[in-house]
């Protein structure tokens, strides 16, 4: 069975602090994502990642940073957490090409910053 | 910018009704839309593609429909059950690579 693993699922941060999201995938996939979701906004994508090293903006990147050194690892930093980073955080992986661009998702990220 | 809006936030209905959700966007010509199914604390999980050139997809009781002059996709899930109580989430292909997401309709079948 196809599985996106995430590190942690609760997590609770202080403003200020450096926040690793590590997530990893075990399908092969090419392309890996970073998505936060939030009541009434839905999923929105912070960045992606079609290689290893390599990385896209998504819609909103501001705040965030990513790494991809190992195919199967996509790693979400956030540089110096504020409160409006309090979310769901959700990794996702989907083949390059031939599967339509099926997302298969990781449990979430739930963090928190006080 | 491309915008996705789901109907409504939620949606209430009596077992073995039919469930209609519905998913416009504009500013956008996708090539394909996606819907998932998203439980409580977990992450979505995909149901059904259809694509620009399809009119409709069946998968058992869901049903698909993809409108590009309107530009709107319609989930139907017939008979529906309690079990099919969730959110469901539109998305819609962008640049080939990722897909964008509607905020979801959360459906509540009652017995």
């Known amino acids: 069975d196809v599985k996106v693993t995430q590190s942690s699922r609760y997590l609770v941060k202080r403003t200020g602090e450096k926040v690793f999201l590590e997530c990893v995938q075990d399908m092969d996939h090419e392309n890996m994502f970073w998505y936060r979701q939030d009541p009434g906004l839905g999923l929105r994508l912070i960045y992606f990642?079609?290689?290893?090293?390599?990385?896209e903006k998504g819609d909103i990147p501001e705040g965030y940073s990513v790494s991809r050194e190992k195919k199967e690892r996509f790693s979400l930093i956030l540089e110096s957490a504020s409160t409006n980073q309090t979310s769901m955080y959700l990794c996702a992986s989907s083949l390059l090409t031939g599967s339509d661009g099926e997302l298969f998702f990781g449990e979430g990220s739930r963090l928190t910053v006080l | 910018s491309q915008k996705i809006e789901q109907n409504s936030e939620a949606l209430n209905i009596q077992e073995g009704k039919t469930a209609t959700l519905t998913c416009n966007y504009t500013?956008?010509?996708?090539?394909?839309l996606q819907w998932y199914r998203q439980d409580p604390g977990r992450g979505p999980v995909f149901l059904l593609l259809i694509r620009e050139n399809e009119k409709e997809k069946r998968k058992e009781r869901l049903k698909v429909t993809f409108d590009t002059t309107l530009k709107q996709s319609l989930f139907h899930i017939t008979a529906s059950q309690p079990a099919d109580s969730a959110t469901y989430l539109c998305?819609?292909?962008?640049?080939?690579?990722?897909?964008?997401f509607g905020a979801g309709t959360r459906l509540t079948v009652k017995p």
């Open positions: 990642s079609y290689d290893v090293k390599m990385k």
């Open positions: 998305a819609l292909e962008y640049n080939n690579n990722d897909m964008r």
């Open positions: 500013n956008y010509s996708p090539a394909y």
